[in-house]
């Protein structure tokens, strides 16, 4: 598990959401990724207005296949939406939501967007950057450290990915 954030680098704590609920959220986003043949990864990022109740503010899904775009991971989508929501490049007060553990670019745009919370779904032993290969999120020589929550309806999410490429296999040995 990732070292917990310094309180020192973070902004005070927000209050719990339900993850289980928000995760889902971002399974429904990981479908859309499947329906246009993009590996099933999934976003979104969830703020709570001062008063109010949590909402999403950014949405994202994998579209690397279908902009043809290497960058378009779910993370970085939902990310630049939840910045235009909030009108500023920082994303404060807000968890991101994402099924797979985010990637080195993916934890790259964590810390630059300076969101406090990001809660992922199961871990990539491949390529994972919140503790599994790298352990960006939780660098101390980075100037933001957000707290990094896995293992969030894990199952369902590797059950996404493991049918896609099952699927994908399938249709190759068919042909
Ligand atoms: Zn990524």
Known sequence: MPAPADPATTVPALPELDHERWMREAIAEARVAESHGDVPIGAVVVATPPGGEPAIIGRGRNE????????????????????????????????????????????GAIVLSRIPHVVYGCTDPKA???????????????????????????????????????????ARAGT
């Open 64 to 107: 690397r296949e279908l902009t043809e775009d290497p960058t378009a991971h779910a993370e970085i989508l939902a990310l630049r939406e939840a910045a235009a929501h909030g009108g500023s490049w920082r994303v404060l007060d807000a968890v991101l939501y994402v099924t797979l553990e985010p990637c080195a670019m993916c934890a």
């Open 128 to 170: 994972g950057a919140c503790g599994s290969v790298l352990d960006v999120t939780a660098e101390p020589r980075l100037n933001h450290r957000p707290r990094v929550d896995g293992g969030v309806l894990a199952d369902a999410c590797a059950d996404l990915l493991r049918s896609f490429f099952a699927a994908r296999r399938g």
